[in-house]
């Protein structure tokens, strides 16, 4: 073990033990609670309950997938005063059960122009790219695993399937060991991710640096990505502003899954750790609320790939949330700890 994971573990010892207060403004914090909807992440995350709200008991037959009109116009300054769906985007929406579950549970910015989008033609889409590139019946060397991840990374740097293409300063498609046993993945880029192109950088991605070394492992040996590639904003128009993060909709997730379904059918890890609700319901297929799915493995199915391996998938806070919250750090590192304990690892001696 180096000296860099010794004192990044003993940073996340400290930050247990800390009380450290969120430098997220009150003022941001109630812009972004005001345009995702009151069953979103910041709910689930300040909120942790064991009960799923009525609305998330509520059975979903038909999926209407909602896109925020966004437009960077400095004329209007309006996010939901914008374009309609990009043109490579899909008609017509006939969800699966992984995207009926996430629409029914996941946060979705509710614009008065918000456009129904609907998209049969996407899932048969991604099943044929996932068959065509992904099924193989070999084990990926992990050479050949980096360059497939190589591959879609450029696809997702070029992808304008959804409104967030059309805003984001960069995409992040994910980082980390193309034949990791474990990823982390949470549900989007924020600021600093979107100006650099790299997940889990700023001030959430170092408390992650420092949760993977308490477990005994460097962030190189893992990998790093979110559900949604690119930067979901309060307002679009505003790509330079702090504080101007918010989850992706339900719509969004729907149409990037196939890219996080695609990473992980290439590096057919292990083990997932969720970050937070938003990615915890979505990846899990799950309405319940993350207090719920916290606390045990569930086994990963995936909407467009067919996986060769079982990949058993934990949820716990996502760093910003612990950063918000720090009464769930214990909470937190009980989650890490059940993953150490399936890997077999230890924690590195301070
Ligand atoms: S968020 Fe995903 S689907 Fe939307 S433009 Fe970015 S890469 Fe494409």
Excluded at 76 to 92: E, L, M, Q, R, V
Excluded at 273 to 280: I, Q, Y
Excluded at 306 to 313: D, M, Q
Aim: include cysteine; hydrophobic fraction near 40%; proline fraction near 7%.
């Amino acid at each position: 073990m180096n000296k860099e994971v010794r004192a990044l573990a003993a940073e996340f010892k400290a930050f247990l033990s800390s009380r450290e207060e969120d430098d997220l403004t009150p003022a941001a914090c109630n812009q972004a609670a005001a345009c995702i909807s009151a069953t979103g992440e910041a709910a689930s995350d300040t909120t942790p309950s064991l009960l799923p709200s009525a609305a998330e008991t509520q059975p979903q037959d038909h999926l209407t997938i909602e896109f925020a009109h966004v437009a960077r116009s400095a004329s209007t300054g309006s996010h939901c005063a914008g374009n309609a769906p990009t043109a490579s985007a899909p008609s017509k929406i006939l969800p699966t059960a992984h995207e009926a579950a996430a629409a029914s549970s996941l946060p979705g910015v509710r614009c008065a122009e918000a456009v129904s989008m609907q998209t049969a033609q996407a899932d048969t889409q991604d099943k044929t790219e996932a068959s065509h590139s992904l099924m193989q019946e070999t084990p990926m060397t992990p050479q050949e695993k980096q360059a497939a991840l190589d591959q879609l990374a450029e696809e997702i740097k070029n992808c304008r399937r959804c409104p967030l293409g059309q805003t984001r300063l960069n995409a992040v498609p994910g980082e980390g060991n193309p034949a990791a046993e474990l990823m982390f993945i949470g549900e989007g880029p924020g600021f600093d991710e979107d100006h650099q192109g790299r997940p889990f950088i700023g001030r959430a991605g170092q408390l992650l640096d420092k949760m993977i070394a308490a477990m005994g492992l460097k962030r190189e040996q893992v990998f790093i990505g979110n559900i949604a590639k690119c930067h979901p904003m309060v307002n679009p128009a505003d790509p330079q502003a702090r504080g101007n993060d918010r989850a992706p909709n339900a719509g969004e997730i729907a149409v990037c899954r196939k890219y996080i379904e695609r990473q992980i059918a290439i590096i057919s890890p292990k083990y997932i750790v969720a970050l937070g609700g938003v990615a915890a319901k979505a990846l899990i297929s799950d309405t319940k609320s993350l207090g719920a799915l916290r606390g045990k493995f569930h086994l990963l199915h995936l909407d467009t790939v067919e996986l060769k391996t079982p990949v058993k998938i934990l949820a716990t806070y996502h760093p910003a949330a612990l950063l918000r919250n720090p009464g769930w750090k214990k909470d937190a590192w009980a989650d890490l700890q059940m993953v150490m304990a399936e890997m077999g690892l230890k924690r590195p001696q301070a």
